[in-house]
């Protein structure tokens, strides 16, 4: 798997845009870029994937830049039910069912 | 869809006792996985199968552990004896490998070995 390097933890404020920054400088060029977040007590669940295309779905938007070295999960309305864990993954093509999760991010939602 | 089932949801069991957690996937899908999660090591992957058959367990910790798929609706993961060192939330997760790959977790397995 590319190495993906993620900020430990962030602030936002509810109501307000979240933007969860992740480095994976070494993927290579058919590796997706998978996010994931763990919300206290629960599963991990899936938020969205890309390959360089930025893309959008109900949950997120993922910006991936030119190079692919970088991106950014946004939430575009962050609300106090997305305080959670936030993992970036750069599974290796052909193995790419099989997630290694690093330390992620931890997303805290106030008022 | 009901989703991936786990059970049982806690355990508290006593050091040297077999544990087995159960797990079923959901329908249509071919890959299933199990994770452990302690604060200290985060969330390791122990093993996955891909239409039954176990592709990589190099992440078991040790021959105290077992994982078995008999059929593709059904897994168990096997400790026996169990150690306190084994307490965690152990997840079972599968998907529909080829079909992008999003993976769906259950809501783990809370064991506690004293």
């Known amino acids: 798997d590319a190495k993906t390097t993620q900020p430990p933890s962030m602030d936002c404020a509810e109501g307000r845009a979240a933007n969860l920054p992740c480095n994976h400088s070494t993927i290579s060029g058919n590796e997706y870029v998978y996010w994931y977040r763990q919300i206290h007590s629960q599963g991990p669940q899936y938020i969205i994937h890309g390959l360089k295309n930025n893309e959008t779905n109900e949950m997120a938007s993922l910006i991936i830049t030119e190079d692919r070295k970088s991106s950014t999960l946004i939430l575009p309305h962050a609300t106090l039910r997305d305080t959670a864990v936030y993992y970036c993954i750069a599974p290796n093509t052909g193995t790419a069912s099989k997630l290694t999760f690093g330390t992620g991010t931890r997303l805290q939602v106030t008022l | 869809d009901a989703g991936v089932i786990q059970s049982p949801r806690h355990e508290v069991t006593e050091m040297g006792q077999e544990v087995t957690l159960r797990c079923k996937p959901i329908?249509?899908?071919?890959?299933l996985f199990w994770y452990r999660q302690t604060m200290m090591r985060g969330l390791e992957l122990l093993i996955y199968?891909?239409?039954?058959?176990?592709?990589?367990d190099s992440g078991m910790p040790e021959d105290r552990f077992s994982a078995k798929m008999p059929n593709a609706s059904f897994s168990t993961l096997k400790i026996q004896p169990s150690e306190p060192r084994d307490s965690a939330v152990y997840f079972c997760?599968?998907?529909?490998f080829g079909s992008g790959n999003t993976i769906y977790f259950g809501e783990g397995s809370w064991l506690t070995v004293v």
């Open positions: 329908s249509g899908h071919n890959s």
């Open positions: 199968f891909n239409n039954n058959v176990p592709i990589d």
């Open positions: 997760a599968s998907t529909l």
